[in-house]
């Protein structure tokens, strides 16, 4: 069974930085790609960040482009979010996401989920 633990979030001002960690256990860590979502209050989940098994692929949502960065650690089965120049529409819960196979393409499912590490963005 897959477990995803989010860790890393907290209180930040606007401008600032944090890194979230979801360490995962239960699979092969490496053949699953990997995503980060996020859930404001009142609003739809929504996709954030994706990474590839072997971490040669990214992608981003174009609302954090050029801010967020997506990486993974495969030994330590670990993936992380570092989240720079935050911003009050940044505030939400932030949840780990993993999918079937190594290979991530737009749209793909993510079939298990962490319980969400909560964000704000104070202005």
């Known amino acids: 069974q897959v477990q995803l633990v989010e860790s890393g979030g907290g209180l930040v001002q606007a401008g600032g930085s944090l890194r979230l960690s979801c360490a995962a256990s239960?699979?092969?860590?490496?053949?699953?790609?990997m995503g980060w979502f996020r859930q404001a209050p009142g609003k739809e989940r929504e996709f954030v960040a994706a990474i590839s098994g072997s971490g040669s692929g990214t992608y981003y949502a174009d609302s954090v482009k050029g801010r967020f960065t997506i990486s993974r650690d495969n030994a330590k089965n670990t993936v992380y979010l570092q989240m720079n120049s935050l911003k009050p529409e940044d505030t939400a819960v932030y949840l780990c996401a993993m999918g079937e196979s190594r290979w991530y393409s737009p749209g793909a499912d993510f079939n298990s989920w962490g319980q969400g590490t909560q964000v704000t963005v104070s202005s």
């Open positions: 239960g699979r092969t860590f490496s053949m699953h790609y």
